[in-house]
C-alpha cells in the first residue's frame, strides 16, 4: 500500500512561487511514475506535471510549461513541485498521485500524458489559491 501527503499549498499573490511537496510513504520504493493534478471548482481534474523514476522522464501540461518544475528527493520519498510565476488560474487543489505496476503500453502511454485513470494511489491535496 502506498501513502501520499500533500503540503505546501497557501494564498499567493499573482506572480508569486509556492513549492508543493509529496511525500509518499509505504510500498513506494519501485514506483514507476508520480503525477501532480489539480482541479479547480466547477472543472474538470487537470494533469500538471509527472515524473517517471526509472528514467528521469519529466512531462509539463502546455499550460505550466516554464513556470513549474517537478523534481524529487529519493532519500525523503519526495516528489517537489516549485510553481513561479503564479496566476489566478493556477487556483485550485492540487493532488499528487502514483502507479506501482505498468499493465500495458496503453498504460505506460497513459501515466505520462498525464491521463489520472492510470494512477492508482492517491493524496488527499492542498489548496493552492492565487489572488491579490
Known amino acids: 500500500q502506498v501513502q501520499l501527503v500533500e503540503s505546501g499549498g497557501g494564498l499567493v499573490q499573482p506572480e508569486g512561487s509556492l513549492r508543493l511537496s509529496c511525500a509518499a510513504s509505504?510500498?513506494?520504493?519501485?514506483?514507476?511514475?508520480i503525477g501532480w493534478f489539480r482541479q479547480a471548482p466547477g472543472k474538470e481534474r487537470e494533469g500538471v506535471s509527472c515524473?517517471?523514476?526509472?528514467?528521469?522522464?519529466?512531462y509539463y501540461a502546455d499550460s505550466v510549461k516554464g513556470r513549474f518544475t517537478i523534481s524529487r528527493d529519493d532519500a525523503k520519498n519526495t516528489v517537489y513541485l516549485q510553481m513561479n510565476s503564479l496566476k489566478p488560474e493556477d487556483t485550485a487543489v492540487y493532488y499528487c498521485?502514483?502507479?506501482?505496476?505498468?499493465?500495458?503500453?496503453?498504460?505506460?502511454?497513459?501515466?505520462?500524458?498525464?491521463?489520472?485513470?492510470?494512477?492508482?494511489?492517491w493524496g488527499q491535496g492542498t489548496q493552492v489559491t492565487v489572488s491579490s
Open positions: 515524473i517517471r523514476r526509472g528514467d528521469g522522464f519529466i
Open positions: 498521485a502514483t502507479v506501482k505496476n505498468v499493465r500495458s503500453i496503453d498504460q505506460a502511454m497513459g501515466i505520462s500524458r498525464l491521463e489520472g485513470v492510470f494512477y492508482d494511489y
Open positions: 509505504g510500498s513506494t520504493l519501485d514506483y514507476y511514475a
